[in-house]
């Protein structure tokens, strides 16, 4: 089943920060993040394996509540290259082979 | 390293006809590929998942017959598209989990681009 994203889209200024978040119905083994610019393949930012692990990435953080089932993705002092589509993969524990995409989160930074 | 290719980048054919599209693993052998389907503005939805030497798993809604997958080496899979109609016209991507990847991370193709028309 197809994880949730919540926004669905977000406007910021350079410099704003935000946060992206991702929450399934399923138990979770994993949650991947990837960031998609138009036209292009996603490209892989991080996988989050247990609960409560927080992986950064530049100034992109992403944290996983094990428990409630939902990670969250923490963009801080937004670029201009950070504007595309972010994705939360999740695989379940009960089907770990595969990564379920969510619907992705539309991110624009704006000068 | 964890290079993913696929050709053509973009395809045009006429209803009816079928289409094939390569993705290959290009510095690491990959056991498993996966196959995405991507409608403009919308998430990727797997199609099947890629085994070397064995049969594809095709998930749930996925026409095993019309979307032909071969994983015939470690650094090729194939997807053919057969009888094409408009409706198939997507962007796919392909990826691979290189082996030994400890957390499963996936790495993307740059998609092949279908319209048919």
């Known amino acids: 089943q197809q994880p949730v994203q919540s926004p669905q889209a977000v406007i910021l200024r350079e410099g704003e920060d935000a946060v992206i978040n991702c929450s399934s119905s399923k138990a979770l083994y994993s949650v991947h993040w990837y960031r998609q610019k138009h036209g292009e393949a996603p490209v892989f930012l991080m996988i989050?394996?247990?609960?409560?692990e927080q992986k950064g990435h530049e100034k992109i953080s992403a944290s996983f509540n094990e428990k409630k089932q939902q990670s969250s993705l923490y963009l801080t002092a937004s670029q201009l290259s950070y504007s595309g589509t972010y994705f939360c993969?999740?695989?379940?524990?009960?089907?770990?082979?595969?990564?379920?995409f969510g619907p992705g989160t539309s991110l624009s930074v704006i000068p | 390293g964890a290079v993913v290719s696929q050709h053509p980048s973009r395809v045009i054919c006429k209803s009816g006809t079928s289409v094939k599209i390569e993705c290959r693993s290009l510095?690491?052998?990959?056991?498993?590929m996966f196959w995405y389907r991507q409608f403009p503005k919308q998430s990727l939805m797997l199609m099947a998942t890629?085994?070397?030497?064995?049969?594809?798993?095709?998930e749930q809604g996925v026409e095993k017959d019309k979307f032909l997958i071969n994983h015939a080496s470690l650094t090729l899979s194939t997807l053919t598209v057969t009888s094409a109609h408009p409706e198939d016209s997507s962007f796919y991507i392909c990826?691979?989990?290189?082996?030994?990847?400890?957390?499963?991370?996936?790495?993307f193709g740059p998609g092949t681009r279908l319209t048919v028309l």
């Open positions: 990826s691979a989990r290189p082996p030994g990847a400890l957390y499963n991370e996936q790495f």
């Open positions: 890629s085994n070397e030497g064995s049969k594809a798993t095709y």
């Open positions: 510095d690491f052998q990959a056991t498993t």
């Open positions: 993969g999740t695989q379940s524990k009960t089907s770990y082979d595969k990564v379920i």
């Open positions: 989050l394996l247990k609960g409560g």
